[in-house]
């Protein structure tokens, strides 16, 4: 691959200012590769800056390298992530004990310790921790991060590097040349480049279709909220009572969980608004987790739009009718294996495949016989659409 | 995790099959919000929410037009509440009489004896209730059917549906670092002026106000009849802004100082005991007054919170103070059903100096409502696009003025966001909070300026960077004034900075106050972590399988 350097243009040029995007461009330009990264907003204003922070996805092919990369992303980056090891999933009855199980089983399986801890124990790692906790488990591998951190960290780190970021740029077509993309539209020009690489988060599967096939992806939208500070716990990263969430290294508790929104594909950036009536109900069962913070305030919520695959895993492959151009979508589990799904993505553009973990089961091809209408019959809908019930009193 | 029913899977494969009937269809996503509901409490016809003179007038209006009215305010807010600086930054300068919430609401009812009119008319009047939210159906919150309010007294939470709503949430301050402006005695002008006559809790004996605005004048003069001593006026702009205001104070005996700053305000745990006014271009021109309080009265803000988080268009007016809803004369926003009177929707000076305007725009938003209510004009509602907006600068100069004299005072321990301890120096900077390496050379080479280089400034993602605003008061102290930092150090236009998002919930509320909230069944039953979706988190296929 050639590395040169032209204003309007690049050899590789990334979709899409995610962490996805960003840390594949990233490791492009760590290659000597004269890479550009075309975002519509500002880095990481979609999902990317709006979620968890959780990086403990022991079910992922990714996750092995992820856990390698994560302690080092900060110096290798030379800004800060905020990212902190180990994870606890706590439980507050039998049930929710048992329910613990086949993430503590897959840890294990996929060779990484996990413990089962009591209710002691568990008070100790995490003194905010309800006196009716049962137990829960523990996890060395996983972790969490900062998201709006670390996302102005790839950005930067691009930048530092010699890649440039264009942002408030929309991407709105592309040109081709029998099976290959020579350029790139968008509302500040074409952009010329040998290789692309999507990873537009909601926005693939539009994207995707410009160019003949199509990433099969439905967006929806999750909420989140955020306390005042306190004093830190031994453990920031603590998920339970159906809860997912952390402890900043400010000291807020920040978390989510409960029903996403289906929203319509036709327009995947709407349905942006930040606030929901859904902050009463996380806020209830974090009271319930943590009640001895009661008097700790609940100070913003936010929502964030992600998109899932038919079956919810990722797809990282080539285009079958664009032989040049690399899909990414991690399916709404994105931001923990970032520091891995950015390298993985970056081989496939260079060497035409990954070196360091086995990407078959993130394949296109699997969609291959999926019905046109699949999220209905997934029942991935939006609550009734517009019918305007909002007038009815 | 519960299986969706429908979705099924062999060998832990993924394959979606395509030969499902399209009966299934009729499965939605029970982990989606599709078919949850909310439990709602209650329901009003008509909800206002601030009592004031603009939300006060819009309910009488309302029930002399045949409409059912619930007028919530947050008024008397607790101690602990206003310890925090919340809702307005109030310096700690509430006196102890405050703690005694009942007699400070028999007090706040006194105190405007339009109260009395509203509970011979029948007004559902709540006091000491806040709104925290506002919700409507919408893309991405489509499973609200209904409109509702999210209110809470402190110690509960819950939600009221309303057919319409009439804002009339006034205004807020916008603050302004100083060295010393963190200790107790250093207040915003409507908290000071909320504690002088609605509360009369007003405990500070010789005030210096900083501002000559129509706010900065009315409320000295207002002290100086409750028997207060303004020791001066502080602008720094070259004259005072309400001209004939600040000739009345001063052939009163009040010392006006323009083109001048507070350095600074000294005092120590006791408090304040004096602030030093420094000539701005000439440091060496400084002079000690001993006062026990700072006033605040450099600017001012329609508190746009709840019509932000509502979905109200928002636009920037320069004429109005600032960022207010766009409205058209009768006070319809963006958002059916949803009307904005008074304060809220801009500050002029007349406003400021007459309650009556802010009235009468309630009394037209209730007449609107009524007319919309009776037509249900909810379907049909066409956006207001009535709102003056001048490119003009001239109106906010006055905010850049006090902006770069800011910066003039300054030291690196002056926190502009009290919260998180961020600096002005932090802010240009954009420096990482101060519990992270703040002095790696990649950090240091950022800045406000390469920021601007690589696209508009943008003060969430500076917030996000810095953490200035993201504090326990809201960003109420600070908001405003980053954004005129950030536009006097970047020559941008205070128009080109978007208005950071306001979250819900509006007010900073104990997790205890949730922990008792009923939950609609159909929500509680199909609570799960994340999408539900089995094969998400399952392991790779084994090889066998593929
Ligand atoms: C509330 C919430 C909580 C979450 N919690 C976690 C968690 O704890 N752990 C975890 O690992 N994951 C979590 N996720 C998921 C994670 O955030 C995402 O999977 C991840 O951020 C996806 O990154 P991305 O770069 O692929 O996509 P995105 O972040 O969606 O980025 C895509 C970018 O492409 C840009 N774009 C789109 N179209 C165009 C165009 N035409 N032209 C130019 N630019 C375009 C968008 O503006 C956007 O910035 C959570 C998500 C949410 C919403
Ligand atoms: C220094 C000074 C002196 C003044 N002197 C007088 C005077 O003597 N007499 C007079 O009548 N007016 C006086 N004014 C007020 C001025 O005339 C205002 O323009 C007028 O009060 C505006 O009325 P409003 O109803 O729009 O807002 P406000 O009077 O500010 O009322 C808004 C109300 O909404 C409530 N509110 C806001 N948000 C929420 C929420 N989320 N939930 C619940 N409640 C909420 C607030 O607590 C507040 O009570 C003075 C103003 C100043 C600055």
Not at chain 2, 81 to 87: G, K, N, R, S
Not at chain 2, 149 to 170: C, K, P, R, S
Not at chain 2, 191 to 218: H, M, N, P
């Amino acid at each position: 691959m050639n590395v040169r350097q032209s204003t309007n243009g690049a050899s590789v040029i990334v979709v899409g200012g995610g962490v996805t995007g960003l840390s594949t461009a990233w490791w492009l330009a760590r290659s000597g590769i004269d890479v550009m990264v075309i975002e519509k907003g500002i880095v990481g204003w979609g999902a990317s800056g709006r979620n968890g922070g959780g990086a403990t996805h022991q079910h992922s092919p990714l996750f092995a390298e992820e856990q390698q990369l994560w302690p080092q992303m900060e110096e290798l980056l030379g800004y800060p992530t905020e990212y902190r090891p180990k994870r606890v999933r706590l439980a507050i009855s039998e049930q929710q004990m048992q329910e613990a199980k086949p993430g503590f089983d897959r840890m294990l399986r996929q060779g990484f310790p996990a413990e089962w801890l009591d209710a002691k124990q568990i008070r100790d790692l995490v003194p905010l921790a309800a006196e009716h906790v049962v137990g829960g488990v523990y996890f060395e591998r996983g972790g969490h991060a900062n998201p709006q951190r670390t996302v102005q960290a790839y950005a930067w780190a691009v930048q530092d590097l010699g890649g440039r970021i264009l942002q408030h740029t929309r991407v709105m077509g592309f040109e081709r040349r029998a099976d290959s993309v020579t350029a790139v539209r968008t509302t500040a020009g074409d952009f010329s480049c040998d290789q692309l690489v999507v990873a537009a988060g909601p926005q693939t599967g539009l994207l995707s279709r410009l160019l003949g096939t199509e990433v099969p992806v439905a967006p929806a939208r999750a909420d989140m909220i955020v306390t005042e500070p306190l004093p830190l716990m031994p453990i920031g990263g603590v998920d339970g009572n159906s809860l997912y969430g952390r402890q900043t290294l400010r000291g807020n508790l920040a978390y989510g969980g409960g029903p996403h929104e289906w929203l319509r594909v036709s327009n995947s950036s709407e349905g942006q608004r930040p606030s929901s009536p859904l902050a009463l109900n996380i806020a209830k069962r974090l009271s319930e987790i943590f009640p001895k913070a009661r008097h700790i305030r609940i100070i913003r919520s936010w929502a964030g739009i992600v998109e899932n695959t038919p079956d919810g895993r990722p797809v990282i492959d080539r285009l079958p009718t664009a032989i040049n151009a690399v899909f990414a979508t991690m399916s709404s589990v994105g931001f923990g294996l970032s520091p891995a799904s950015g390298r993985a993505i970056c081989e496939l553009v260079m060497q035409g495949k990954c070196s360091f973990a086995d990407l078959s089961d993130f394949r296109l091809s699997r969609f291959g016989n999926l019905s046109p209408s699949w999220r209905e019959e997934l029942g991935w809908i939006p609550p009734e659409s517009e019918g305007n019930h909002a007038s009815a009193a | 995790m519960k299986d969706q029913g429908y979705y099924r899977k062999e060998h832990g494969a993924c394959s979606v099959q395509k030969t499902w009937s399209l009966q299934l269809v009729t499965l939605a996503d029970t982990r989606s919000t599709y078919g949850k509901s909310l439990e709602i409490r209650e329901h009003a016809q008509l909800l206002v929410v601030g009592a004031g003179p603009a939300g006060l007038a819009a309910a009488l209006e309302a029930v002399r037009r045949g409409l059912r009215v619930v007028l919530v305010d947050e008024h008397p807010v607790d101690y602990a509440t206003m310890a925090t600086d919340v809702p307005f930054h109030f310096g700690q300068r509430m006196s102890g009489a405050v703690r005694n919430r009942g007699r400070m609401l028999e007090r706040i009812v006194e105190a405007d004896s339009q109260f009395a009119q509203a509970f011979e008319a029948g007004i559902d009047i709540r006091l000491g209730i806040a709104a925290w939210g506002l919700f409507t159906h919408e893309a991405g919150l489509r499973w609200v059917r209904t409109r509702i309010a999210g209110l809470t007294n402190g110690e509960e939470v819950w939600f009221l549906q309303y057919d319409a709503a009439i804002l009339a949430t006034g205004r807020r301050d916008v603050g302004l670092a100083f060295p010393g402006w963190n200790l107790p005695g250093v207040m915003g002008v409507t908290a000071a002026d909320t504690l002088l006559r609605r509360y009369d809790a007003l405990e500070a004996r010789d005030l210096l106000v900083v501002g000559s605005g129509a706010e900065a004048t009315a409320f000295a003069m207002q002290a100086q009849k409750s028997s207060r001593l303004i020791v001066a006026l502080v602008e720094a702009g070259d004259t005072t802004v309400d001209q004939n205001g600040s000739q009345r104070l001063a052939a009163a005996g009040v010392p006006i100082f323009t083109k001048s700053m507070i350095a600074s305000a000294n005092g120590g745990t006791e408090g304040l005991q004096s602030a030093t006014i420094v000539a701005l271009g000439n440091s060496s021109e400084k002079r000690s007054v001993a006062c026990d309080t700072v006033v605040l009265a450099s600017g001012v803000t329609s508190a746009i919170e709840l019509l932000d988080v509502a979905g109200a268009k928002i636009v920037f007016c320069p004429e109005r103070g600032g960022h207010v809803p766009a409205t058209d004369a009768e006070g319809r926003t963006s958002v059916p059903m949803l009307f904005a009177a008074g304060d809220c929707t801009g500050i002029t000076p007349d406003k400021s100096r007459d309650p009556q305007v802010a009235a009468d725009e309630g009394c037209r938003a209730a007449s609107a409502a009524a007319a919309a209510l009776s037509i249900n004009a909810g379907r049909n509602w066409s956006v207001p696009t009535a709102t003056p907006s001048t490119t003009s600068e001239i109106a906010l100069a006055d905010r850049i003025a006090w902006a770069n004299a800011q910066l003039a005072v300054a030291d690196q321990g002056t926190h502009v966001c009290q919260c998180e301890e961020v600096s002005a120096t932090d802010l240009i900077g954009v420096r990482p909070p101060r519990y992270l390496e703040r002095n790696q050379p990649a950090t240091c080479a950022r800045s406000l300026a390469t920021l601007a280089a690589d696209g508009p400034i943008n003060q969430d993602q500076i917030k996000r960077l810095t953490r200035a605003g993201m504090g326990v008061c809201q960003g109420r102290r600070c908001r405003e004034q980053i954004g005129a930092i950030l536009a006097a150090v970047t020559r941008t236009p205070l128009t080109e900075i978007p208005l950071p998002t306001y979250r819900a919930p509006v007010r900073p509320l104990p997790l205890s106050a949730f922990a008792a909230t009923e939950e609609a069944a159909v929500l509680a039953e199909n609570w799960d972590v994340w999408f539900g979706i089995e094969s998400q988190f399952e392991e790779p296929l084994p090889k066998r399988f593929r």
